[in-house]
Antibody, heavy 119, light 106 residues
Framework: QVQLQESGPGLVKPSQTLSLTCTVS??????????WSWIRQPPGKGLEWIGY???????YYNPSLKSRVTISVDTSKNQFSLKLSSVTAADTAVYYC???????????WGQGTLVTVSS | DIQMTQSPSSLSASVGDRVTITCRAS??????LNWYQQKPGKAPKLLIY???SLQSGVPSRFSGSGSGTDFTLTISSLQPEDFATYYC????????FGQGTKLEIK
């Protein structure tokens, strides 16, 4: 059974960079069948896709966030990471990592981690 | 961008009711439509992928249909554990989720 677990600071100051890591267990991140994704959800609101990465390092980002987002992968640790720069209060959200098969759905999700942007 | 519009935004129903939630795409997305259930404080759970394929382990009272621009999620007989928020998601192009449908107990 694949499991994903987000980790990282729960509080980030405005204008700084948000950094999160997702650790995958029960399966290899180097499997060619999946993309590894970040999705966020502001409190009380809907879901917003941030981007995803293939094990080779190819990335695909939401155009609305592309200028501020970097997703990277470390296959040796079976982890992938998110960096979101120049954060504001609007970036306060629960951040989820998820697995995306080639068909485009998200079949396994982490439990989510709340990141608050505040001074 | 292909936008997704769900209706209704909220719905009250009783245990045993048949419920239908609709998702409309702003342009054709073939069958690249997925459905999720989310309970408070929990991650979304995949119910239906590719418009009508039931995810493993999901009860058969959940079903999906549609293609092109109009899609439906049907729960044939509501159970107490089904009261949650439901989202559609298109995977045809840049990923977008619908705004959600909150299903509440009548």
């Amino acid at each position: 059974q694949v499991q994903l677990q987000e980790s990282g600071p729960g509080l980030v100051k405005p204008s700084q960079t948000l950094s999160l890591t997702c650790t995958v267990s029960g399966g290899s991140i180097s499997s060619g069948d999946y993309y590894w994704s970040w999705i966020r959800q502001p409190p009380g609101k809907g879901l917003e896709w941030i981007g995803y990465i293939y094990y080779s390092g190819s990335t695909y980002y939401n155009p609305s966030l592309k200028s501020r987002v970097t997703i990277s992968v470390d296959t040796s640790k079976n982890q992938f990471s998110l960096k979101l720069s120049s954060v504001t209060a609007a970036d306060t959200a629960v951040y989820y990592c998820a697995r995306r098969p080639r068909a485009g759905h998200f079949d396994y999700w982490g439990q989510g981690t709340l990141v608050t942007v505040s001074s | 961008d292909i936008q997704m519009t769900q209706s209704p935004s909220s719905l009250s129903a009783s245990v045993g009711d048949r419920v239908t939630i609709t998702c409309r795409a702003s342009q054709s997305i073939s069958s690249y439509l997925n459905w999720y259930q989310q309970k408070p404080g929990k991650a979304p759970k995949l119910l239906i992928y590719a418009a009508s394929s039931l995810q493993s382990g999901v009860p058969s009272r959940f079903s999906g249909s549609g293609s092109g621009t109009d899609f439906t999620l049907t729960i044939s007989s509501l159970q107490p554990e089904d009261f949650a928020t439901y989202y559609c998601q298109q995977s045809y192009s840049t990923v977008f989720f619908g705004q959600g449908t909150k299903l509440e107990i009548k």
